[in-house]
């Protein structure tokens, strides 16, 4: 008569049972992404005057443009407004006939974005894009001239 062991049955009851037996189930996963637009400023933007003196802008030699960092998911606009004139204009300017003007530029994911300047509100759509940055310029254009003292301007930028 021979006797099997009890330690070779086991590991035998288990194998037939997980052949036998074999059992499987789903792991679903959801999730859901809202419509989000983000905007965070990255720079100010710095203007300088023109060699010719009738230019002060970010562009001229000297200027720093100023730069918008954006994220958008889903279907969303941006819109960039024309620039205005912050603050008092300096002793002796003659404001009569100058233009504000803003230009502006993609990257990224933004890369298809350019605007030539103008002194009108524009907009682009923005869906779906990685954060991504825009350049802006900024410039005053005034026949008259400049007197001496501090100049600003603003652009704001808005995201819906």
Do not use: K, W
């Amino acid at each position: 008569m021979r006797h099997i062991a009890v330690s070779s049955i086991i590991p035998a009851v288990f194998y037939l049972l997980s052949c036998a037996a074999a059992q499987s189930l789903d792991v679903d996963f959801d999730g859901t992404v809202s419509s989000v637009c983000s905007l965070s400023l990255s720079t100010n933007g710095t203007m300088a005057l023109s060699a010719d003196g009738t230019v002060l802008g970010s562009e001229e030699s000297g200027g720093l443009a100023g730069a918008v960092l954006i994220l958008s998911i889903g279907s969303n606009t941006i819109d960039v407004a024309a620039p205005v004139r912050v603050g008092a204009d300096p002793a002796g300017y003659v404001s009569t006939g100058e233009v504000l003007e803003v230009s502006y530029s993609g990257a990224s994911g933004l890369s298809g974005v350019s605007q030539a300047y103008t002194s009108a509100d524009t907009d682009f759509a923005a869906s779906n894009i990685p954060l991504s940055l825009l350049t802006l310029h900024n410039r005053i254009v005034n026949a008259n001239g400049f007197a001496a003292g501090s100049y600003a301007t603003r652009t704001v930028v808005t995201c819906s």
